[in-house]
């Protein structure tokens, strides 16, 4: 007898639905697509008679699909399909990268070792503090910190703190050039000149707990060595006294000039008024929120609009913020808006500036 092939009918006839190109699901199947079409059938009550009801069923079903691949990957560390479980869980078992040595700065002069230490006040004396490398490594932390909260004044610190130090360096090198130039030039003429060097130069354990520490340390070696070879031209009797106390003084004004303008970021942007600044505070409408704003402005001016855009943005930042896509075009817009007023003051400032020449 000619055997009866048996059809199995799908619970569900072929569905129509609606689809999206980076689906999670072979056959391009959209739920946010399907949420939007059956969104005024579903807030009806969803009826059973309804001929939407399958599609229903179909959504939810794939909801359910949707969170347990979700699970699958987050379980699995989001390691490819051809990754084991057992080496996908080595993902967790991993430890974190560790400084596996101690990281130390030797340094060899009075004025180096003062930079970095600072100097407090005085008991009883009117002279002012000097702020020293240590706690300029503590105020760009703080600021490091709060970049967490997309704080636009904080990206502002750390970039002016980067560029402001960028022409210290170039500085101390073209200077320790120089001075290295002459120690070649009288080598080649038969005197080997060494460079100063201390008996006992200290060696310091750095910890620092951000980046930025480590560029102040770099930069407080660079400076102890252009200190070094200055003096070795003192010594030696190719520089006079009053020639090396001048390039020392003019550095030196330069790396104090620096460390002040960060120490006053971290000491305004740190005050409980202002410390929960963040670039969403100026399309809030929030009343706090625009207080924080109003503060801001009346310490540091208008925020440069390449700062708030992120277009110029600092080294490194702890910045990890999501934002919705409205939020996103309200800050385009008030970037624009910076961006107008800074057009608009510089037009200003050169029309005051013609007519002051007219005038003269």
Known sequence: MASRSIIFEPVFPSLNFEREENSPFDDGYSIKGEESALADYIAAGADEDHPFYERFI????????????????????????????????????????????????????????????????????????IIGGKRVASALRNLWLLTA????????????????????????????????????????????FAVLGSSDPITLNLGFRSPYGYSISRLIVEYDYFVRVQKTLQRKNLQTDEAVRKVLSSVSRGILSTFYGTTRFDRWLNQPEIRALSRLDWVSADQDAAKRVEFALQIFGPIPSAIYTAEVAPSHSRRRYSITSAERELLKVVGGKLQEDERAEAQDAAGAQLTQDAVA
């Open 149 to 192: 909260n997309d704080n636009p004044y904080a990206d502002w610190a750390l970039a002016r703190h980067e560029h402001a130090i960028k022409e210290v360096l170039e500085h101390l090198s073209v200077e320790t050039k120089k001075a290295e130039d002459m120690l070649h030039s009288v080598r080649q003429r038969g005197l080997n």
């Open 58 to 129: 179909e959504l939810q079903d794939r909801r359910e699909r949707l969170e347990q691949m979700q699970r699958e990957r987050m379980e699995r560390g989001g390691a490819d399909a051809i990754v084991s479980n057992a080496e996908a869980r080595g993902l967790d078992d991993l430890g974190g990268l560790v400084d596996d040595g101690v990281d130390q700065m030797t340094i060899h002069t009075i004025e180096a070792y003062r930079m970095f230490l600072g100097r407090g006040r005085e008991p009883g004396s009117s002279k002012s503090a």
